[in-house]
């Protein structure tokens, strides 16, 4: 027989780890090719020469696997405290004038009227007899006309003043509530594909010849068109879902301030015109009675008169002006106080979640290679190999 060439293979293909279920299957596949591997060679050993060679050991790189921590940043949410602020109500008192009635006293002059006795003189006739043959002037009384003071009433007008109530607009400011719309970010699921590897075994054809080895008359067995299976990944695309977020929009409300017109009242002073009567003088003619003389001419004793003053008491009216206190009622302001509401700010804490990114720690397969002597045969060399 001529020499085999042999072909050695020096490269390893390199794979991703396995799970436990593709282990054992691979781990059976590898028991059946060792399997039948040992019988081939037990059969070439009982019907063939051992070979002749050397036990050489070889360095060869082992691929392994080991367990590494791996430092990664992870998203996570931490509750933090936020001051606000938050419009409340506060009732303060607030000074007003009010206006009251007070009493009081106040000084008139009002017109009174007295009697009273004055002396005056009066002419009196007493009688008296006397013979005379001359005129003689006889008094006697004749009516004459005199003008004297009597009081009148007149009616005037005179202003007055008089409190009335007017209406007046006010601005105020009042609050209201608008809505605005503000952006929230609300978390969906969308679609995605992420691709993956599943292994799958494949029937993988080796070329060239392989050696079997010699019979017990020296003849060699080879081998062609061999099959081998190989294990391989294959990428799928599997569909997931992943979280975006989302921007959207809600209505909140917001205080604003409007200015409002309030109709009040207000106390003010208005003119009016009152009718009051006054006491005045006029002249009138008032009908008396004076002694007069009347001539005539008689012999005869006549009682004649002799006009004789006499001091009398007659009663006269006089009009004096008296002082008088009267009570009225005079408005004064007084100081009060009303409760009103104010408007103020009040600071609360708000609980608020903010993303932070936190170092954790995750565990990762790492492929490494670990130097290992084999032992290998090395047949002995005859020159022409």
């Known amino acids: 027989g001529r020499p085999q060439r042999r072909h050695t293979f020096t490269g390893v293909k390199q794979f991703p780890p ?15 090719l060792l399997l039948g591997a040992s019988c081939a060679l037990i059969v070439s050993l009982t019907y063939a020469h051992p070979p002749e060679g050397v036990w050489k050991k070889k360095l060869t790189w082992k691929e392994d696997w080991v367990q590494v921590w791996k430092t990664v940043k992870k998203e ?19 000074p007003i004038w009010k206006e009251v009635q007070v009493p009081d006293w106040k000084i008139v002059k009002k017109p009174h009227i007295e009697e009273r006795e004055v002396p005056a003189w009066k002419e009196e006739k007493v009688p008296e007899w006397k013979k005379i043959t001359k005129p003689i002037w006889k008094e006697i009384q004749v009516p004459v006309w005199r003008e004297i003071q009597v009081p009148v009433w007149k009616e005037i007008q005179v202003p007055v003043w008089r409190e009335v109530k007017v209406p007046v607009w006010k ?31 494949v029937k993988m054809g080796v070329p060239g010849e392989k050696y079997l080895g010699k019979d017990h008359e020296g003849w060699e067995y080879t081998s062609h068109d061999l099959w081998r299976k190989k294990l391989i990944w294959k990428p799928v695309w599997k569909k997931v879902w992943r979280t975006e977020k989302k921007q959207e929009w809600k209505t909140e409300k917001k205080q604003e301030w409007k200015t409002e017109k309030v109709q009040e009242w207000k106390i003010e002073k208005k003119q009016e015109w009152e009718t ?33 003053k006499k001091q009398i008491w007659v009663k006269e009216k006089r009009e004096t002006w008296v002082e008088e206190k009267v009570q009225i009622w005079r408005t004064e302001k007084k100081q009060a106080w009303a409760t009103e509401k104010k408007q103020a700010w009040k600071d609360e804490w708000k609980a608020i979640q903010v993303p932070v990114w936190k170092e954790v720690k995750v565990q990762e397969w790492k492929r490494v290679w670990k130097p290992v002597w084999e032992k290998v045969w090395v047949p002995a060399s005859h020159g022409w190999d």
């Open 18 to 32: 396995l799970n436990a279920t593709q282990g054992v299957q691979a781990m059976r596949s590898l028991n059946l």
């Open 76 to 94: 996570a949410w931490e509750t933090k405290w936020k001051k606000i602020q938050v419009p409340i109500w506060k009732e303060v008192q607030v």
């Open 171 to 201: 601005e105020i400011q009042v609050p209201i509530w608008r809505d605005i719309q503000v952006p929230v970010w609300k978390e969906i699921q969308v679609p995605d594909w992420k691709q993956m590897f599943v292994p799958e075994w």
């Open 276 to 308: 009051k009567k006054v006491q005045e003088w006029k002249t009138e003619k008032q009908q008396a009675w004076k002694p007069d003389k009347k001539l005539e001419w008689k012999i005869e004793w006549v009682q004649i008169w002799k006009p004789v």
